[in-house]
């Protein structure tokens, strides 16, 4: 059974630090792009940040490259978060993502989603 299993989020102060994991298991993890995303009340999901298969290259959406860092650990299948100098704005329920192309297929997983609540 696929399982992406999100943890970490909670309620911080603005300017804070959080670090949300999302345990994989059930398929190949290491065979996977990562990528984290986030959904804001009201508001579509946006990608946040992603890191390929081996861990070698990472990218973030822009409003998010100075602040956040993502990491993978793919002896532990897991997948990290890190976020500083948070802000009110980054108030979202935070999703990973795993996804795979191969040949003409593409398979994508999702977690349930773990809560970030930033407020004083």
């Known amino acids: 059974q696929v399982q992406l299993v999100e943890s970490g989020g909670g309620l911080v102060q603005p300017g804070g630090s959080l670090r949300l994991s999302c345990v994989a298991s059930g398929f190949a993890f290491s065979g996977y792009a990562m990528r984290w995303y986030r959904q804001a009340p009201g508001k579509e999901r946006e990608w946040v940040a992603a890191?390929?298969?081996?861990?070698?290259?990472?990218s973030y959406a822009d409003s998010m490259k100075a602040r956040f860092t993502i990491s993978r650990d793919n002896a532990k299948k897991t997948v990290y978060l890190q976020m500083n100098s948070l802000k009110s704005e980054d108030t979202a329920v935070y999703y990973c993502n795993a996804r795979r192309v191969s040949g003409l297929r593409e398979y994508e997983y999702w977690g349930q989603g773990t809560q970030v609540t930033v407020s004083s």
């Open positions: 890191i390929t298969s081996a861990g070698g290259s990472t």
